[in-house]
């Protein structure tokens, strides 16, 4: 089968015998779960947040079953409380723990290597190279979890996540749950019990050290020694393409390093280079041993490599390009709202009214840009309610409100509102309602009402849980009408106790939406004012000096027609 890395993980799981998936989404790992959501005799759910997630494949491995948690990187942060712990109880069940990093910020806020995250609580990590590999070092995965009883972490990153190539399938396992034991020593971690089990720990990593270096995973690929190459993931496909001629130290497993085979091919090759992105990791170990080795010096710690950068910075190779800037005018092609997006109208008004606007991650980040440029701030998942009431005790006097979405607030949003209430606050708090996870791809959360397979569930109320909360002012609007928004918005901000505004309409994009026909403009009623321009839908434009609507963008949500003041952007038939 030709199969994403993120969809052959997922095979490698079911083939595993895996019992328990639950993650929350985040690209590039999202398309693991929603395969594995396809395996019907697998349990499988999106949990409110990753620490949540991992508690309950935790929770399902400690019970005997095989379980797996994935996560994007910085998912990994929400995560790491579990994970620490968890080194140390180890397992019953295999327990795999996914996690994809995403060198270049695809879709990130920040680069983040989680081989740190490995390192750091003694866990082992395997990383796949191929398609193939991500189903072989799944399965792989839950025999060392067993085998040594601990997590582990497998690592993708954006590259292997996201191409495809060919996976040998074979039939699921019979794997029958491990019996569960008490055992309070091994899996209540107090200080007395925890002391105890550190040193487990140790004598676990002694353990996986040697099998690094003998199991096969990690394996010399003689060919020239002049150059010796050592690499991991998708940076090995590069290294096979442009050093043709090199020999290759290939590392599945990036921790614990094969340190003994480490040596053993430093000294038989006359140079040795170390080719990984983001941080120094290899290339850190290799210099702490005392050996000669080039490698950041050259590729830098920013961003993703390319055969492209492999064959400048190492080989003095140009690649030459057709000069299209010189054939073309090519615009710039920021990203945007799409069209008929509900946040376009929260963020044309927020940026109308002058107020400092903490943000969050989602789609709604992108009303930082041109031209609402109404976002202040935006730092991590559920961040945009706890720095709005940090802004606010600052005591600077700008009104500041927080935006947040609905799978967002879940996330981690509720605690920060909580903070607020308990410690006598009086921020804003938008609540951006669009009824899905909608920057992931659609997926589905505590307020939608259903699982990730679709089936109905209990619906979380937002109103009832502000009010639970403790908040006593919560309204419920739609954000397209834009005029009653503005005056909610500044009725609240003038309030001396907190208050959450619910922004609620669906994604235009969701299969239940139909706005219907696209709208238009009557050229002969414009007056060419341009306001209809401010809205930032890129389903308007101006050519020939006249705007116009691209009926092949165009949503039909009509928000633009409360924009025109003189009647000329028409929905009905033309004449």
């Known amino acids: 089968m030709l199969l994403l890395g993120n969809e052959a993980v997922a095979r490698g799981a079911w083939e595993a015998g895996v019992k328990v998936v639950s993650s929350y989404p985040g690209t590039p790992s999202t398309e693991i779960t929603e395969s594995i959501a396809k395996y019907e005799d697998v349990y499988c759910e999106w949990a409110p947040n990753e620490k949540v997630a991992l508690e309950v494949a935790i929770g399902a491995s400690i019970a005997g079953a095989r379980a797996m948690c994935c996560m994007k990187h910085v998912g990994l942060n929400v995560a790491a409380d579990p994970l620490f712990t968890s080194s140390y109880t180890g397992v019953n069940g295999g327990l795999v723990i996914v996690v994809a990093d995403d060198p270049g910020m695809h879709s990130s806020q920040n680069e983040q290597d989680s081989r740190f995250y490995a390192l750091a609580s003694h866990v082992p990590m395997l990383e796949p190279a191929d398609s193939e590999e991500c189903r072989l070092f799944t399965k792989l995965a839950f025999e060392i979890s067993e085998e040594y009883d601990c997590p582990v972490i497998l690592r993708l990153t954006t590259r292997i996540s996201h191409a495809r190539s060919l996976v040998n399938t074979q039939d699921r396992e019979s794997i029958v749950n491990k019996e569960y034991v008490k055992d309070i020593m091994k899996y209540v971690m107090m200080p007395g019990m925890a002391k105890k089990r550190h040193l487990v720990v140790e004598d676990r990593m002694n353990r996986l050290a040697a099998y690094s270096n003998k199991s096969g995973v990690n394996r010399i690929e003689w060919n020239d020694k002049k150059v010796g190459v050592i690499t991991s993931g998708i940076l090995y496909q590069y290294v096979k393409e442009v050093f043709k001629d090199a020999s290759v130290l290939k ?51 920013q961003g993703e490599l390319s055969t492209t950068i492999l064959r400048k910075q190492f080989l ?233 609507i691209d009926e092949a963008l165009c949503a039909g949500c009509e928000l633009c027609t409360g924009m025109c003041a003189f009647g000329a952007i028409k929905k009905e038939e033309r004449i």
């Open 251 to 301: 590392i599945g497993m990036v921790h614990p390093l094969p340190l003994d085979l480490i040596k053993q091919f430093a000294e038989e090759v006359e140079e040795l280079v170390v080719i990984e992105e983001l941080e120094p990791f290899i290339e850190n170990h290799v210099r702490q041993m005392g050996v000669k080795v080039k490698g950041k010096d050259l590729t830098g710690r």
């Open 316 to 548: 003095n190779e140009e690649i030459s390009y057709a000069d299209v800037d010189n054939e073309f005018d090519i615009p710039n092609r920021p990203p945007v709202m799409c069209p008929g997006c509900p946040h376009r109208a929260v963020f044309h008004i927020l940026s109308r009214m002058k107020v400092r606007v903490s943000g969050d991650i989602g789609c709604y980040t992108l009303g930082a840009l041109p031209p609402y440029n109404s976002v202040d701030a935006c730092v991590c998942m559920g961040a945009s309610v706890s720095m709005a009431h940090g802004m606010a005790k600052a005591g600077d006097g700008i009104p500041t409100v927080a935006v947040i979405g609905d799978s967002t607030f879940i996330h981690s949003g509720i605690t920060s509102l909580i903070d607020i209430v308990y410690n006598k606050g009086n921020s804003t708090v938008i609540i951006l309602d669009n009824s899905i996870t909608g920057m992931t791809g659609h997926q589905h959360n505590p307020t939608t009402g259903y699982t990730i397979r679709g089936e109905e569930a209990p619906q979380v109320n937002l109103v009832k849980l502000a009010e639970a909360i403790g908040v006593k002012r919560v309204f419920v609007i739609d954000p397209f009408n834009m005029k009653e928004f503005r005056k909610l918005v500044k009725q609240e901000l003038d309030q001396n106790e907190p208050s959450v505004i619910i922004a609620q309409r669906p994604c235009a994009l969701l299969k239940t939406v139909n706005y219907g026909k696209p709208v238009y403009i009557d050229q002969e009623v414009c007056r060419d004012c341009g306001n209809c321009m401010r809205l930032g839908c890129p389903a308007i434009y101006k050519e020939d000096d006249e705007y116009r």
